[in-house]
C-alpha cells in the first residue's frame, strides 16, 4: 500500500466536483482512532445513501392500554393494570402481573398517559387523582375536581413526565385515586400509557 502525503486535494481547473473512491473502492476511512474530522462552517453534507452510527434512536419505546374496564375503588391508590401492548420493542413492560416498564437502557424517557373513567352505576364523580410513580413513589400527578352525575359520564385525565432511569432496576408505574359519593367507577378501554427514550 502506497501513501499520499500532500496539504490538499482540490478539482482541476473546470471542475467543481471532487471524487474520492471508483470502481475499485468498497471502503474509505478518513482519519485514525484520535483525529478530529472538521466540518467547517457554511458546508453543506447531502446524503443520498444510508447513514448509520450517527445519532441515537428513541428505543425503548413502548405504548400499551386497558383491553376492558377495570373496576377501582372508592379513596383507594389503585394501580392501573395496562394489560394489552400496542408496541414495547425491549419487551420492557410487564403486562401481566406487576403492569410496570422497566426501561431497559439507561437515559432520560418520556413518559405519558391517559387514563379514562366511567361511572359504572350512577356513582357521582367528584375527584380524582392520577399519579406516575418511580420505584413505588410518585413523581408527578394530574388532580381533577368535578362534580357530576349520570349513568355513561367519562372523564379523561392525562399526565406526562420526563424522568431519569438506570436501566436496570428503575420501574414506573400509573395509579388513580377516586373520592365519589357512592357505586362503582370503572378505568377504560381508552386508557393508555406509553414512553420512549430521549436521545442526548
Not at 395496562?82 to 437515559?107: I, K, L, V
Not at 385525565?157 to 385515586?177: H, K, M, T
Request: proline residues 2%; contains cysteine.
Amino acid at each position: 500500500m502506497s501513501k499520499l502525503e500532500t496539504n490538499t486535494i482540490d478539482t482541476v481547473s473546470g471542475t467543481s466536483t471532487l471524487q474520492v473512491g471508483s470502481t475499485n473502492t468498497s471502503t474509505i476511512t478518513l482519519g485514525v482512532s484520535g483525529d478530529t474530522v472538521n466540518v467547517p462552517s457554511g458546508v453543506t453534507i447531502a446524503n443520498s445513501g444510508t447513514a448509520t452510527g450517527f445519532g441515537g434512536t428513541n428505543t425503548p419505546n413502548f405504548l400499551i392500554f386497558r383491553s376492558g374496564n377495570q373496576s377501582i375503588s372508592n379513596t383507594t391508590n389503585t394501580k392501573v393494570q395496562f394489560d394489552s401492548e400496542t408496541y414495547d420493542t425491549a419487551n420492557a413492560y410487564d403486562n401481566s402481573s406487576n403492569y410496570r416498564f422497566t426501561p431497559q437502557t439507561a437515559g432520560k424517557y418520556h413518559l405519558y398517559s391517559n387514563v379514562y373513567l366511567a361511572n359504572g352505576s350512577s356513582a357521582t364523580m367528584q375527584e380524582y387523582t392520577i399519579t406516575m410513580f418511580k420505584n413505588g413513589s410518585g413523581i408527578v400527578r394530574t388532580h381533577l375536581d368535578h362534580r357530576t352525575s349520570g349513568v355513561g359520564y367519562q372523564q379523561c385525565l392525562p399526565i406526562a413526565v420526563v424522568a431519569e432511569a438506570n436501566g436496570s432496576s428503575d420501574y414506573f408505574e400509573v395509579f388513580i385515586y377516586g373520592n365519589w359519593g357512592g357505586g362503582s367507577l370503572n378505568v377504560t378501554s381508552d386508557t393508555f400509557f406509553g414512553g420512549y427514550k430521549i436521545i442526548e
